[in-house]
């Protein structure tokens, strides 16, 4: 495994974390268990992973407990997210968060942008409070445009935005256009969640359909094609090397300077994305995959929650689906 400095943080992470919306048990399908999940975990932990990734929201708190029993006894880099419903009561959701994983919360992130009747500002005063009472190690956001995310940032008194999580994968590229240099310069880390595009990365959906799951939704249609060249690009580099497409797939944003976050169901899919650092990708590999999956640098990113959404509504829609 390899490592570095995750921001301001002071901590050492490894490059590539664990998301643990699968470990919600919900909307990922039936065709793995909680067995599968934790020892996903557990793997994950044997081959140097010490950076974890949840919400308050994957299965209603069911995800934080999974990790948090999975994680006993190990020193870990701790994740978890923020309803955007809850933002107007961040210590309650908090005490809940800690209470489900067992343990302090290392980085804390506003999972997407809050409703127009939602107030950003005094939910990151409340955040740096529970920073200074030790409950929270830092703060980060998730799906913050660039615009957001500089309001959040000049918000900030006594702490500083260490990171924003973002969709970022080979099948969808917006962030660079105007996120991933901002974050660079400033020292926020870019935190790469769906990196494998959902599965369709990872090489064993390019000949058939994906299996559909409510975590799917977004990706049907056109937009969850892989493109020909794309396939033959990864196809060409893991013949060469000898190495999975979806390990390819990873290190390519590895290499992009983010932290993948890949969703592994099981102990075999969990290994496959903990070793990628046992081969290089030069510069050509890159610039053929930067050239294979140029159109999805098409659009801005931009907040995929509807903002005019109120609070309570949201709430109903994503204790429902996620
Ligand atoms: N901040 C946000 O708004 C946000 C949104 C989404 C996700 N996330 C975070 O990001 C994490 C990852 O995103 P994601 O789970 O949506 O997508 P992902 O990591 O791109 O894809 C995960 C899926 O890919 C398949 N897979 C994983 N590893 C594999 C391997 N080595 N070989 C073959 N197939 C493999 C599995 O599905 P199958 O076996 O069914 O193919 C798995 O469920 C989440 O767990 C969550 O922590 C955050």
């Known amino acids: 495994m390899e490592y570095k400095e995750f921001g301001k943080t002071g901590w050492k992470v490894s490059k ?7 470990a919600g048990m919900r909307e990922w399908g039936n065709d793995y268990s909680l067995d599968d ?22 299965g209603d708190g069911y995800s934080e407990r999974v990790l948090g029993e999975s994680l006993k006894g ?31 919360i290392d980085l804390y992130q506003i999972h997407w942008v809050p409703s127009y009747y939602s107030n950003l500002e005094k939910t990151i005063r409340v955040l740096e409070g529970m920073v200074k009472k030790g409950k929270i190690g830092h703060i980060g956001v ?7 995310l500089e309001k959040a940032i000049h918000m900030t008194k ?3 935005i260490v990171s924003d999580q973002l969709q970022y994968s080979l099948a969808d590229r917006r962030v660079e256009n105007s996120i991933t240099e901002f974050c660079k310069k400033n ?54 090397k ?14 992009k300077g983010a932290y993948p976050i890949p969703g592994a169901k099981n102990s075999s899919q969990a ?14 590999d890159i610039k053929k995959l930067d050239h294979a999956s140029d159109l999805f640098l098409n659009g801005e990113y931009t907040n995929l929650m509807p903002r005019i959404v109120p609070n309570f509504a949201m709430k109903i829609l994503i204790k429902r689906f996620l």
Do not use: C
């Open 16 to 22: 590539v974390g664990f998301g643990a919306w699968q």
């Open 37 to 58: 999940v934790k020892s996903a975990v557990s793997t994950a932990i044997e081959n140097g992973i010490n950076f974890f990734d949840t919400a308050e929201a994957y």
């Open 74 to 104: 190990h020193e870990a880099f701790v994740a978890t997210k923020l309803a955007g419903f809850n933002v107007g009561n961040p210590e309650k959701s908090i005490d809940r968060s800690i209470r489900n994983l067992g343990r302090s």
């Open 142 to 148: 998730s799906n913050f445009p660039r615009e957001m």
């Open 158 to 160: 006594k702490e500083e």
């Open 187 to 240: 020292r926020i880390e870019v935190i790469a969640w769906s990196p494998l595009g959902r599965g369709k990365l990872t090489g064993k959906y390019f000949d058939s359909k994906m299996p559909f799951t409510a975590s799917r939704t977004m990706d049907i249609g056109k937009k969850g094609l892989v493109p020909e060249d794309l396939k033959s690009a990864l196809r060409k580099i893991s013949e060469e």
């Open 242 to 255: 000898g190495v999975s497409i979806p390990k390819i797939s990873l290190r390519w944003l590895v290499e």
């Open 271 to 284: 290994e496959s994305n903990a070793s990628i650092f046992e081969f290089q990708l030069s510069e050509s």
